[in-house]
């Protein structure tokens, strides 16, 4: 298992940006992939990005060409760079770890979350 902390949330203005990061500790050996997922009220949580540790990234169509995901191994930290916000973009935003130790099967674990609200 591993323990997830985000941060850098906070009240942002259309058109402005956003770092949050997420620090991994524990058996940070067996993280095979890294993610940001939302949550919006009164919306089912989605998929924002992910990374593997190949930096192999995958994007919501929502997110793609504003948002970048990125990593830093030697610190087990991955981070979101979110520019262009948006209303829409307001949520509270959780940190992933997919983690595997063979022949075991994947694990998720998920972090407590920030709030981001974007509103001007």
């Known amino acids: 298992q591993v323990q997830l902390v985000e941060s850098g949330g906070g009240l942002v203005q259309p058109g402005g940006s956003l770092r949050l990061s997420c620090a991994a500790s524990?058996?940070?050996?067996?993280?095979?992939?890294m993610g940001w997922y939302r949550q919006a009220p009164g919306k089912q949580r989605e998929l924002v990005a992910t990374?593997?540790?190949?930096?192999?990234?995958n994007y919501a169509d929502s997110v793609k060409g504003r948002f970048a995901i990125s990593g830093d191994n030697a610190k087990n930290t991955v981070y979101l760079q979110m520019n262009s916000l948006k209303l829409e973009d307001t949520a509270v935003y959780y940190c992933?770890?997919?983690?595997?130790?063979?022949?075991?099967?994947?694990?998720?674990?998920w972090g407590q979350g920030t709030q981001v609200t974007v509103s001007s």
């Open positions: 990374i593997t540790n190949e930096a192999s990234t």
């Open positions: 524990g058996s940070t050996f067996s993280i095979r992939a």
């Open positions: 992933t770890a997919d983690t595997r130790v063979w022949p075991g099967p994947t694990m998720t674990s």
